[in-house]
């Protein structure tokens, strides 16, 4: 006999069509109808187990029954062309659900696909299918792999350095020219006392009295400013210049110094209030006196002398720019340098 439960009890594959549907009914009636009458054998109805069966089995084997072989399941056959369902079904047939092996079967829960209703083949109206409709899902947008790259080194930026600002020599020439000046007027006074001593202007009881007066006078003012503009224009002029310079510009300055001389004499008349003929003799009665060339050798003198402390601290500061430059060409020749703190 053929075990039941490779007869039945498998899930039930969706039918593709109709004729596929009769077939497979047909299959499934004639195999309930021959596990039926298997399960109604009397050989079959109280199985016994192998241990009673080794007890109650005689000694001699010649004794013993044979049992006749379970004969062979009939093979399917062919899906037979579709054919009119019976109306009504046989009512003599055992339904084959009813007996104790279909009731010790695990049938497998039904789907919704496993119970659906299947029209009748004697409805000759055509069953139309329709074709599964496939929904694509939504796609599956993959997130982005986040690669942490290696992290680069970064550059470091270093400021070159600057050319070295070359020093000059002008404001210091301008500040020596100032005690230059200071001691062209202590001079230049001196001289013109001096000179008013000689013809009997200044004695020595109003000495104090003609050097106050002095003090206030254009005639002396004038001829130290000319001086020290002369002095610090030649100093601007020459700015690093060595001594020479300032001995041989000298006579410049000197002749600045006596054209002040002549100005400071304008200035104390007033010019202003002179006509054009006044003013020229004026400056032409003060072109051989001793004061105007007392003014022309203290300026030349004076730019000498001051001209060689300018020159002096020139050369200083030609020495400290000569250092400047190599300690830049230096730090170029050396490169870029990575100073850790």
Do not use: C
Request: proline content about 10%.
């Amino acid at each position: 006999m053929s075990d039941p439960k490779s007869s039945y009890g498998e899930p039930v594959e969706e039918p593709g069509g109709v004729d596929d549907v009769v077939g497979r009914a047909n299959e499934g009636l004639a195999e309930a109808e021959a596990a039926g009458r298997g399960a109604d054998a009397p050989g079959t109805s109280d199985p016994e187990t192998p241990a009673d069966a080794a007890t109650d089995a005689p000694s001699d084997p010649a004794d013993a029954p044979v049992e006749p072989e379970p004969a062979a399941a009939p093979e399917p056959a062919a899906a037979p062309e579709p054919v009119a369902a019976p109306e009504t079904p046989a009512a003599a047939e055992p339904d084959p659900w009813d007996s104790a092996e279909a009731a010790s079967l695990e049938v497998p829960s039904a789907t919704l696909a496993d119970t659906a209703v299947y029209a009748s083949a004697a409805d000759e109206s055509p069953t139309v299918v329709d074709a599964p409709v496939v929904t694509p899902s939504e796609p599956v947008v993959a997130e982005p792999a986040v690669v942490v790259a290696a992290a680069a080194p970064q550059p470091i930026f270093v400021q070159a350095p600057e050319a070295p600002r070359l020093r000059g020599n002008r404001a210091a020439a301008g500040a020596i020219g100032l005690l230059a000046a200071l001691s062209f007027a202590v001079l230049y006074l001196a001289l013109g006392l001096g000179v008013r001593a000689i013809e009997g202007d200044v004695t020595g009881d109003n000495i104090g009295t003609s050097v106050v007066d002095a003090l206030g006078t254009w005639s002396l003012w004038v001829p130290v400013v000319v001086f020290f503009l002369a002095f610090w224009l030649l100093g601007a002029i020459i700015n690093r210049g060595r001594w020479g310079a300032w001995v041989v510009f000298g006579l410049l300055v000197g002749a600045a110094a006596y054209g002040g001389h002549i100005l400071g004499a304008l200035f104390q008349a007033p010019f202003w209030e002179l006509t054009a003929s006044e003013g020229g003799a004026l400056a032409e009665a003060q072109l051989l006196t001793p004061l105007a060339f007392g003014a022309f050798v203290i300026g030349r003198e004076l730019t000498i002398w001051f001209g060689a402390w300018a020159a002096a601290r020139a050369k200083r500061v030609t020495e400290l720019n000569i250092e400047a430059q190599r300690e830049y060409e230096r730090t170029l020749e050396a490169g870029p340098q990575l100073v850790r703190q």
